[in-house]
């Protein structure tokens, strides 16, 4: 194979693998099992064409000297990490020393992203007429559909459709405590909150006494964990008719620390203001006295110390596709 079409390849690989991780922590179990295998299928084609690209690799090196390959050097590595990282996540292991081995992964993977962008301006691989004969095209979708078999194939420790291992499922106390970036956990006296919804304030016991509904729903953090739990709570269509009913099609539920999510009006039917979880007050780390419960979202939409809930007329997609603190 040329070496320029070997690069192309590789890149847009590289691209495909990132674009899908990113799918596969935004929208979670939504799309089912399509994001999990274009990512897995393209992790192993990147390993199936490693051996032509040291080929490449090496006559460029004799060329130009390995000084001028470090930063190229560097990006292998980085896609060495996160391709490791990610078989070994799949295989069942959760914990890097002090850190997670998603954390690894998702942190090689966006330097090598970072790397291969650099590497392409710097360096132009330019696609030509010829790249799209009937030929590459053959082989490329036998390639994808091989990738796409083995990755169907091998086993796998965790959950099909995110890839997260369990984690002290109906346990709550075995469940880890998680935050998003800077988030820490405050100290909240539970007797003095309040949550206000639209123009009304909202106690503990007047949640209490609205309504207390129970879900199992599973939690699972882009960390690399999910956990099953019985939550009970206020369902978030009730908790908003009984505070005036507010206008607006989105709603944004907002914590003590500032940390927010935007949602789709429609979705108040399944949005639980939680207090309870296995029959039990919420711990600190949890979100007492109140967090959100969201059904089929991943972790970082379950907001933590509920402070706020308003409702208005912005798009529920107005807001960064991941917080920013
Ligand atoms: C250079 C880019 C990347 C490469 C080469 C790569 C490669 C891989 C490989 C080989 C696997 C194991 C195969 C499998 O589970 O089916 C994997 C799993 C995974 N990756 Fe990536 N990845 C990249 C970027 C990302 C990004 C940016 C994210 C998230 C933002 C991500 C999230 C995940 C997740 C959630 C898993 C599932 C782990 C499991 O199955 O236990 N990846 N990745
Ligand atoms: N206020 C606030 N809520 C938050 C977060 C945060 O950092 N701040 N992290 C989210 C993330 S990323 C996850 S996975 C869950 C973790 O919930 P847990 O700590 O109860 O397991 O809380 C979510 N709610
Ligand atoms: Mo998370």
New binding site residues.
């Given amino acids: 194979m040329a070496g320029r079409r070997t690069n192309l390849a590789l890149l847009l690989l590289i691209v495909a693998a990132f674009a899908s991780g990113v799918l596969m922590w935004a929208v979670g179990s939504g799309w089912g099992r399509w994001p999990t295998i274009v990512h897995g299928a393209a992790g192993i084609a990147v390993v199936v064409m490693a051996p032509w690209k040291s080929a490449v690799s090496r006559r460029g090196i004799r060329r130009r000297g390995a000084a001028a390959a470090l930063p190229a050097l560097g990006l292998a590595s980085m896609v060495v990490v996160a391709l490791a990282s990610g078989f070994v996540h799949r295989a069942g292991a959760r914990d890097a020393g002090p850190v997670l081995v998603m954390q690894v992964h998702v942190g090689a993977a966006l330097v090598a992203l970072l790397l291969a962008l650099w590497h392409v301006v710097s360096r132009p691989v330019r696609p030509r007429a010829g790249d799209l004969s009937r030929r590459t095209l053959l082989r490329g979708a036998l390639g994808a559909a091989g990738s796409a078999a083995v990755t169907v194939a091998l086993p796998h420790a965790g959950r099909d459709v995110t890839g997260s291992l369990e984690r002290g499922s109906f346990r709550p106390s075995a469940?880890?405590?998680?935050?998003?970036?800077t988030?820490g956990v405050p100290a909240i006296n539970g007797d003095a909150w309040e949550v206000r919804v639209g123009d009304r304030l909202w106690s503990r016991e007047e949640l209490e006494r609205l309504g207390h509904d129970q879900v199992v729903a599973t939690?699972d953090?882009?960390?690399g964990w999910y956990?099953h739990q019985r939550w009970g709570g206020v369902r978030l269509d009730q908790l908003l008719a009984a505070s005036g009913d507010p206008l607006g099609g989105s709603v944004v539920v907002r914590?003590?620390?500032g940390?927010s999510r935007r949602f789709p009006r429609r979705d108040a039917g399944v949005l639980v203001l939680a207090t309870t979880v296995e029959g039990k007050p919420l711990s600190a780390?949890?979100?007492f006295p109140a967090?959100l419960v969201a059904p089929n979202r991943?972790?970082?939409?379950?907001?933590?110390?509920v402070s706020e809930i308003e409702v208005d007329d912005r798009p529920w997609w107005w807001q960064p596709p991941f917080?920013l603190?």
């Avoid at 469940?175 to 970036?181: I, S």
């Avoid at 972790?299 to 110390?305: L, N, P, R």
Wanted: with cysteine; aromatic share 20%; proline share 6%.
């Fill in positions: 469940m880890p405590v998680t935050q998003w970036l988030d939690l953090c882009t960390g956990a914590s003590v620390t940390y780390g949890h979100g967090r991943r972790g970082f939409w379950w907001v933590k110390w917080p603190t």
